[in-house]
């Protein structure tokens, strides 16, 4: 395509907050629609699997759906003999036992598809069958973009096998951006763990400063590269700032609160496509981070 | 009475309602059950009269005196934790699931599982009765115990107080940590955004607590932002037969009174929101 580049280097983004709702997905979508014009092989990837909706903003059709499954234990009964072995094992409580009056059970909901049954059992008691625990689902738009969604059944406990999957399903991508889930739990540590680089998104309040406290220190521990921007700017006070400063972290940009702004996402539309001063915004804030911690050579 | 405020996605005001709700009433239970990212207590400074902390996950670590790199451990790891890197077997924590299967397996017994991180609970006494949250250590898993953890310490205090209502403020999302704060509550208000994404996320929620029966109530907030919107989620609500508890206006007031750590009930008593909330809060009550 005209006016793309073929990228030299690799570089996966992931844009996070504490909390949801912070602008993250605006973020996200926006420097995605700014950046693939001109960078071959990107990717918008959303993380967020319990609730992805960044499909939302574009008008892109189903290319491909990768079914994720797990692996649940299904005991013989006719096999076992009750010895309580495999309860024993499990570290997840997904094995209900009662050898008196010979029950058995396996709590799906609960099981995270270990094996550890399967090798405790010695009577061979135990098979395995796949369970589906959610889909990758992949996407592409006509003029060409690549979107991919992680998306967690309903009901199913854990979204990290479905967020595994989608890593997967870009590794042949040279540029990822990455919409995580909120928090700083386990979703979150699997998304961001993928990541070169992790924009922090966060508001000027209270709430925000918390969040952000809680994100930082988990990035610390993680020993990842990150950067902050401050959505709503105006809004709240100033204690985000004195924060950013004292820890001496990198503030990449400022959004200010403007209800053009909240119109355009609520209608679902990619703020970056109607804004030029975002989209130079976004671009500048990319490029800086791809000339300083994109990975030379695309070793991938 | 247990009364769970949820919402798809975190962001739609959630938390403010939640403090809304707890600042209506005197005596009152406050369980911050968004063990994540717990943040009412940055607005109702809780005055915390006891705390205990409980150990996650437990991750599994390589004794290298031991070790002879089989290999075997890898094998039998179903979540691509261990991995030859630079010809000698390890164990990459953050993939570790801490199921335990490599170090019963370990031929040299060299795989012991140590403790992770301390997850708090806490609770005390705040300017409306109890208030009890937790805290997540970064990067655990198991915040559906937590949850629990904080639900059941809500109630024995509310038992031991006798107090009857308890306001819980819930998690983002509809997995784990969302179906441990909703199981078994009496109400559960989802607070969402008239938005294309927030009434996306405002389905996936309320088929969530459809499956688990529960009486739900809807709550637009910043509704004018686009009344479209709005009016869509209401025809939805309708269709599915779930009541739209209230529709809050956009109110840069909220924000000022988080600011002043103060719920929006406090800081500014006879705005219009706060009697749209107070209506919508008995409404439940009364039910
Ligand atoms: S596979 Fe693992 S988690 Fe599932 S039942 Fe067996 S031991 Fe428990
Ligand atoms: S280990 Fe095997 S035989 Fe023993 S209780 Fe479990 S399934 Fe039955
Ligand atoms: S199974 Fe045990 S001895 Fe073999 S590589 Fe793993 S830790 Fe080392
Ligand atoms: S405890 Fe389980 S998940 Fe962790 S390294 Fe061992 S086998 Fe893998």
């Known amino acids: 395509m005209e006016g793309k580049i073929l990228t030299d280097k690799s570089l996966k983004i992931a844009i996070a907050s504490g909390k949801g709702g912070t602008g993250k997905t605006l973020i996200s979508t926006s420097m995605f629609y700014a950046i693939q014009e001109k960078y071959e092989n990107s990717v918008l990837l959303d993380c967020d699997a319990e609730e992805p909706n960044s499909l939302l903003f574009f008008d892109a059709s189903l290319k491909e759906s990768l079914k994720v499954v797990q692996k649940v234990p299904v005991i013989d009964t006719d096999k076992c003999v009750y010895c309580g072995k495999c309860h024993d094992y499990c570290e997840y409580n997904a094995i209900f036992i009662i050898p008196p009056s010979r029950i058995i059970k396996v709590i799906e909901e609960l099981c995270h598809g270990c094996g550890a049954c399967s090798v405790a059992c010695e009577y061979d008691a135990i098979i395995e069958k796949d369970t589906e625990v959610g889909r990758v689902n992949l996407f592409v738009t006509d003029n060409g973009m690549n979107l991919v969604e992680a998306r967690m059944k309903s009901g199913v406990m854990s979204p990290v096998p479905v967020i595994k999957a989608a890593h997967k399903s870009t590794s042949d991508k040279d540029i990822v951006i990455m919409d995580s889930p909120p928090g700083t739990s386990c ?16 508001e000027p309040t209270p709430f925000g400063l918390s969040d952000l406290k809680q994100s930082v220190n988990t990035l610390k521990t993680m020993h990842k590269q990150y950067g902050v921007v401050i959505n709503r700017a105006g809004l709240g006070d100033t204690k985000v700032y004195d924060y950013l400063k004292s820890e001496n972290i990198e503030l990449l940009a400022e959004i200010p609160f403007d209800k053009e702004i909240a119109i355009l996402y609520s209608t679902g539309k990619i703020v970056a496509a109607h804004d030029d001063n975002l989209k130079a915004l976004f671009m500048k804030i990319f490029e800086s981070i791809y000339n300083s911690y994109g990975n030379s050579g695309n070793q991938r | 009475m247990e009364i769970a405020v949820i919402s798809g996605k975190g962001g739609t005001g959630k938390s403010s309602i939640s403090a809304a709700f707890a600042s209506e009433h005197d005596k009152i239970v406050l369980a911050d059950c968004d063990v994540d990212a717990a943040n009412l207590y940055i607005i109702f400074e809780p005055e915390i009269t006891e705390k205990s ?53 370990c031929p040299e017994n060299a795989i012991s599982m140590i403790d992770n991180a301390e997850n708090l609970l806490l609770s005390g006494n705040f300017r409306h009765g109890k208030m009890v949250y937790g805290r997540l250590a970064p990067g655990e898993e198991n915040s559906g115990r937590l949850v629990n953890l904080v639900r059941d310490k809500a109630k024995k205090i509310a038992e031991q107080n006798n107090i009857e209502t308890i306001i819980i403020d819930g998690p983002p999302g509809i997995g784990c940590p969302v179906i441990s704060t909703i199981t078994g509550v009496d109400h559960v208000v989802v607070v969402t955004e008239p938005s294309l994404s927030g ?15 529960l009486k739900t109530w809807v709550i637009i907030n910043k509704f004018d932002l686009n009344s479209e919107f709005s009016d869509k989620i209401v025809e939805y609500c309708n269709h599915e037969g779930i009541d739209v508890l209230a529709k809050l206006p956009y109110d840069k007031q909220i924000v000022d009174a988080m600011v002043n750590c103060k719920s929006i009930t406090e800081y500014l008593p006879d705005a219009e929101i706060v009697k749209i909330i107070k209506i919508a809060l008995n409404k439940i009550i009364n039910f």
Do not use: W
């Open chain 1, 187 to 202: 979703p979150f540590i699997q998304t961001v763990v993928e990541a070169d680089y992790v924009i922090l998104v966060t």
């Open chain 2, 199 to 213: 009434m996306h996320d405002l389905k996936r929620t309320l088929e969530l607590t459809n499956s688990f029966n």
């Open chain 2, 53 to 105: 902390s409980f150990i996650g996950a437990q991750k599994a670590e390589i004794d290298y005196s031991k070790c002879t790199n089989c290999g075997t451990c890898i094998d039998y790891c179903r979540f691509d934790a261990i991995k030859f890197d630079n010809g000698k077997v390890v164990i990459n924590e953050i993939f570790c699931d801490g199921c335990k299967l490599c170090s019963r397996i």
